[in-house]
């Protein structure tokens, strides 16, 4: 299987660089600071954990598992997260996945409550649907975290349920049980109304 096919992509507020060790340092410097946001969140801590996500992302980039980014601020060049296609299928059987989910994703407290999340999830769900042509793309977090939850709903997500004892938990001192899994999505049907909804709430 090869690599799933993804450049870089360049919005207005953020762009999402196919990611490279050479990022290990910015990224440890994005998750340095405030990381009590990051409870429900992987993000790696210091450099030599850092390198190790960043080489485990790669493993999964070589092998069609993941397409994972670096998050890069536009308005001051800085590397403010991750995030990540993951999961691909091919039910259909053609060369660009058929579904994808959008996952890993974490943002540095100085970027978020800004557009850089809803532009990035624009980004990742038009080269899903207009590059690859996929059919559906899921999007899921802890079913406990009511703040992931929130942001995925107000992105235009529907709700398909409760995936119980579904993934291992990220939480710290959890890492050994299975979480359950709130599950959305966006389907091709979906796509026209939600491409529109997150261009207007980007231009307002």
Request: charged share 30%; hydrophobic share 40%.
């Amino acid at each position: 299987m090869e690599r799933l096919s993804v450049t870089t992509l360049i919005g207005r507020h953020v762009s999402l660089e196919p990611m490279r060790l050479d990022h290990v340092d910015e990224v440890v410097a994005a998750a340095a600071g405030d990381r009590s946001s990051f409870g429900y969140t992987q993000v790696p801590d210091g450099v030599d954990e850092t390198t190790m996500y960043a080489r485990w992302l790669l493993d999964d980039a070589a092998n069609a598992r993941a397409a994972p980014f670096a998050q890069r601020r536009r308005s001051d060049g800085r590397v403010v997260g991750c995030t990540r296609f993951l999961h691909p299928l091919w039910p259909l059987g053609r060369s660009e996945p058929d579904e994808v989910e959008i996952g890993g994703t974490w943002l540095a407290a100085s970027a978020q409550r800004t557009a850089i999340n809803s532009e990035a999830k624009l980004l990742l769900l038009s080269h899903a649907f207009e590059t690859w042509g996929v059919q559906r793309v899921a999007i899921c977090t802890d079913a406990r975290n009511t703040q992931s939850r929130r942001a995925i709903e107000r992105l235009g997500a529907t709700f398909e349920g409760v995936l119980r004892r579904h993934r291992r938990s990220t939480r710290a001192g959890e890492r050994t049980e299975l979480r359950d899994t709130a599950t959305y999505a966006v389907t091709i049907d979906d796509w026209p109304t939600v491409r529109r909804e997150l261009l207007d709430r980007l231009e307002s």
